[in-house]
């Protein structure tokens, strides 16, 4: 069975640019999150799909991120414009309806360098 | 102070040795914990979920205190497929069931 897959695995952008990136889930996965780990800090969150519907976005930085689920299978996350500190690893998770809380699967995550 | 805190090490093991991680949580109505584990330059797996009672997984021990809102891992007899960041996580459950709040995780390094 295919796990979490994320597209591009690196991405090098200039500041003010647009990025789009893509998480496949696991499928039949219901719940989809989005995560973000830079330089030196912890892991963090930034939202929670159920499906197509956004169940917790309160990990959101600003308004230059957006999120959609569309259909309520792949995700994408835009950075629009992108800047400095946006630069880290994006990280997507998916897990079933029922399922063991705390237990999500991991993509291998995006590479985004800010420049 | 953040939400979740860790000694970042590194902890530098030989083989055989037992070594033990602590965390801990800042809000008191924090309702699951775990231990992930992430290869370098990998996705965070979860290795096992923390209980009250303690719980054991092989050669791992978690525990949890919620009095003193403390976890830590106990790897006896270390191996050098254990060499990884160990990540120390908290879930706030209720309206927050899927959010997972991350430490900045604790490098170790196992040699022959």
């Known amino acids: 069975e295919a796990g979490v897959t994320q597209f591009p695995s690196h991405s090098v952008i200039e500041k003010g640019q647009t990025v789009t990136l893509r998480c496949d889930p696991i499928?039949?996965?219901?719940?989809l999150y989005w995560y973000r780990r830079v330089m030196g800090k912890e892991i963090k969150f930034l939202l929670h799909?159920?499906?197509?519907?956004?169940?917790?976005e309160s990990g959101m930085p600003n308004n230059r991120f957006l999120a959609e689920r569309t259909g309520g299978t792949y995700s994408t996350l835009k950075v629009q414009p992108a800047e400095l500190e946006d630069s880290g690893v994006y990280f997507c998770?998916?897990?079933?309806?029922?399922?063991?809380?705390?237990?999500?699967?991991f993509g291998q995550g995006t590479r985004l360098t800010v420049v | 102070r953040k939400e979740v805190e860790q000694d970042p090490g590194p902890f530098n093991v030989p083989e055989g040795a037992t070594v033990a991680f602590n965390c801990t949580y800042s809000?008191?109505?924090?309702?699951?914990f775990f231990w992930y584990r992430q290869d370098c330059r990998k996705e965070p797996k979860l290795l096992m979920s923390?209980?009250?009672s303690g719980n054991e997984d092989g050669r791992f021990t978690a525990q949890l205190n919620r009095a003193s809102q403390y976890i830590s891992l106990l790897i006896r007899d270390s191996k050098l497929s254990d060499s990884a960041t160990y990540l120390c996580?908290?879930?706030?459950?209720?309206?927050?069931?899927?959010?997972?709040?991350f430490g900045q995780g604790t490098i170790l390094t196992v040699h022959p």
């Open positions: 923390v209980y009250s």
């Open positions: 998770a998916s897990s079933p309806v029922k399922w063991t809380p705390g237990e999500a699967f």
């Open positions: 809000n008191s109505a924090s309702q699951s």
């Open positions: 799909f159920v499906k197509e519907s956004k169940q917790d």
């Open positions: 996580v908290v879930n706030m459950g209720g309206t927050s069931y899927g959010k997972l709040t």
């Open positions: 499928s039949g996965h219901d719940n």
